[in-house]
């Protein structure tokens, strides 16, 4: 994988290649070729809102923080659905994803739940963007609107729309 598919997973779920790529091209030609295309296509994604992330490990993830995680999927909890104090309905669902470190619980909410039908146990799964809430109740990392998930099918992670 090249720098420019590297940094376009990061965006992937908020841009179409061609129009990233595009802008990338845009770059480089704007500093006259004194930045390479990896360093462009890493400031393309930081404009949008995605700065390069490492993966952490579950057991190392901190309150507030927002991150990319690496897992496997343990427990498919059911739907819940609820009713709101200002009387809106709404859906959430919970995963346990684990790995070496630690495991944690992924919030679904609303929309978002139906990505749970696309899971197995023991699947892999990479949440983009998470954000980590550490309570006495445990760690948890929930799906919101600048998040992304993917799964790994045959060794590959794809991701879920």
């Keep these: 994988m090249n720098g420019v598919e590297k940094y376009y997973?990061?965006?992937?779920?908020?841009?179409?290649?061609?129009?990233?790529?595009?802008r990338v091209q845009e770059k480089i030609h704007w500093s006259e070729?004194?930045?390479e295309e990896d360093t462009a296509a890493r400031l393309v994604a930081a404009e949008l809102g995605r700065k390069e992330m490492r993966i952490?490990?579950?057991?190392?993830?901190?309150?507030g923080e927002s991150a990319l995680i690496e897992g496997?999927?343990?427990n498919i909890g059911s739907v819940k659905?609820?009713?709101t104090r200002?009387?809106?309905?709404?859906?959430?669902?919970n995963i346990v994803i684990s790995d070496d470190t630690g495991s944690c619980r992924m919030v679904l909410w609303n929309r978002d739940t139906s990505i749970a039908k696309k899971m197995r146990l023991g699947m892999g799964i990479r949440v983009v963007n998470g954000k980590v809430k550490v309570s006495n109740y445990g760690t948890e990392v929930s799906v919101g609107k600048f998040s992304s998930v993917w799964l790994e099918l045959e060794g590959e992670f794809f991701q879920v729309k």
């Design 72 to 74: 496997r999927i343990e």
């Design 56 to 63: 952490k490990e579950i057991g190392s993830l901190l309150n």
């Design 86 to 93: 200002s009387g809106k309905k709404g859906k959430v669902q």
């Design 81 to 83: 659905e609820f009713t």
């Design 33 to 35: 070729g004194l930045i």
């Design 9 to 22: 997973r990061l965006v992937s779920d908020l841009i179409e290649y061609h129009e990233f790529y595009e």
